[in-house]
């Protein structure tokens, strides 16, 4: 297997349901596979509710309030991809970031990012008007169009990198706060491994222009500004609408 996606999902079924049409639509190369990792949802994620090849839900029940860093550890144990393409469920992956993602001889890379819809149907959309649907901010669009910030949660590593430099940090999952920046000591470890020349990493300044694939973002949360954080009730409730606390 070349590559697993590894996606970690709580109380997201709508979500999961238009990512799994996205995918027969694509359709998954067979030497790709979705790991979907169930952060204790309930009711609980089935895999008999889904019809994809290659699609794995699994379940973990580890004590925590915020509990998505070993939910993506879990995930990349289950994996058998060579590589692991880490994602958060309102992001989007399109048929040319799985495609780079299969063929890049980097450990690591960094992905750029912007808006874009799965509509019900779970067709891929980006036009002005279905991302300010969904709450995008106007101000954000005629800023930079489509155009977001990177997500340092989001990634292609190398399933022998990931594993070997201990994955995503789970030391403060108790703390039932997010985000924890959970990701930050594996990307200081990445670096710092890079500049031994033990590992490669594209970023973007390799050879002086941004070569990055792009990874596409369901708009929801403070991209909606003063809007609802979730107009269509696609996510499960973030801890910036409950006051630091996880959502049920």
Not at 38 to 55: A, I, N, V
Not at 104 to 114: G, Q, W
Request: hydrophobic letters at 35%; proline letters at 7%.
């Amino acid at each position: 297997m070349k590559l697993s996606i590894v996606t970690a999902v709580l109380n997201s079924p709508e979500v999961v349901r238009r990512h799994v049409l996205h995918y027969q639509r694509m359709p998954l190369p067979e030497d790709v596979e979705w790991i979907v990792v169930d952060d204790k949802s309930d009711p609980p994620l089935l895999r008999e509710d889904y019809d994809l090849p290659r699609l794995t839900i699994v379940r973990h029940t580890l004590p925590g309030i915020w509990t998505q860093p070993a939910a993506r550890n879990f995930g990349a144990r289950q994996a058998v991809g060579e590589k692991l393409l880490c994602t958060d469920i309102d992001h989007i992956v399109t048929q040319d970031l799985i495609d780079f993602a299969r063929e890049t001889p980097y450990d690591f890379v960094k992905l750029r990012r912007e808006v874009a819809i799965l509509d019900a149907e779970g067709r891929f959309v980006q036009t002005e008007e279905a991302v300010l649907e969904y709450g995008f901010q106007p101000e954000r669009l005629a800023r930079g169009r489509f155009h977001i910030a990177p997500h340092t949660n989001s990634f292609i590593v190398t399933r022998k990198v990931y594993l070997d430099l201990g994955g995503v940090s789970e030391r403060r999952v108790k703390l039932g706060r997010h985000p924890n920046r959970e990701e930050i000591p594996l990307r200081r470890r990445i670096w710092e491994q890079a500049r031994l020349g033990n590992i490669t990493v594209l970023d973007e300044q390799t050879n002086g222009h941004d070569q990055r694939p792009m990874l596409y973002m369901i708009p929801n949360g403070h991209y909606c500004g003063h809007k609802d954080a979730n107009p269509f009730g696609l996510f499960h409730s973030l801890p910036r609408k409950t006051r630091g606390q996880v959502g049920p």
